[in-house]
């Protein structure tokens, strides 16, 4: 099974501040990399595929990058309704895996 | 609009079984491959199991593998879960997903599972 961590768990930050979230494969996934975002409501939704591609109305501050086995995700300028869960997940094999999640607080 | 409900979760006795639903609508339901995916409370994400188009092919984690079960309507644009054998570690939100080639590209809003006696 391929190994998703990320990193930081969690990360403090402030409005229109510039952040990034990382996330290591255990093995190369050749960009099939994804991002999602996590309301506390419990509402999921996709931000990114296929490493950088911007899902259909997400804002264009997020921003996906990398390949082999390490990938990001950066938010350029912080909204208020971007504070939430984020996580990333595989889909270059079965078992798909995810991510741990990082908490992206309001500092 | 794409909408995915779930339905039939609730509280459960270890060892039980419990069939969950998915109604889709708002897309050619047989077009696309289907998920589960579950979020035990306080943790992160894990997927559960996949279906292909006709419903020939699935796919699932060693975790839930020979206790649960994916399946399809086509007609009725739905999806199950059946999940035999429910253990207390199996306690979660239940998230049914559009499986677009390559992510998870809708959720629906998720079922609560309670394994407990």
């Known amino acids: 099974d391929i190994q998703m961590t990320q990193s930081p768990s969690s990360l403090p930050a402030s409005l229109g501040e510039r952040v990034t979230i990382s996330c290591r494969a255990s093995q190369g996934i050749s960009n099939n990399l994804n991002w999602y975002q996590q309301k506390p409501d419990g509402t999921i939704k996709p931000l990114i595929y296929?490493?950088?591609n911007l899902q259909s109305g997400v804002p264009s501050r997020f921003s996906g990058s990398g390949s082999g086995t390490d990938y990001s995700l950066t938010i350029s300028s912080l909204e208020p309704e971007d504070f939430a869960m984020y996580y990333c997940q595989q889909d270059a094999s079965f078992p798909r895996t995810f991510g741990g999640g990082t908490k992206l607080e309001l500092k | 609009e794409v909408q995915l409900v779930e339905s039939g979760g609730g509280l459960v006795q270890p060892g039980r079984s419990l069939k969950l639903s998915c109604a889709a609508s708002?897309?050619?339901?047989?077009?696309?491959?289907m998920a589960w995916v579950r979020q035990a409370p306080k943790k992160g994400l894990e997927w559960v199991a996949t279906i292909s188009t006709s419903g020939s092919r699935t796919y699932y984690p060693d975790s839930v593998k020979g206790r649960f079960t994916i399946s399809r309507d086509n007609a009725k644009s739905s999806l199950y879960l059946q999940m035999n054998s429910l253990k207390s570690e199996d306690t979660a939100t239940y998230y049914c997903a559009r499986h677009r080639t390559n992510y998870f590209d809708y959720w629906g809003q998720g079922v609560m599972v309670t394994v407990s006696s």
């Open positions: 708002g897309f050619t339901f047989s077009n696309y491959y």
């Open positions: 296929y490493t950088s």
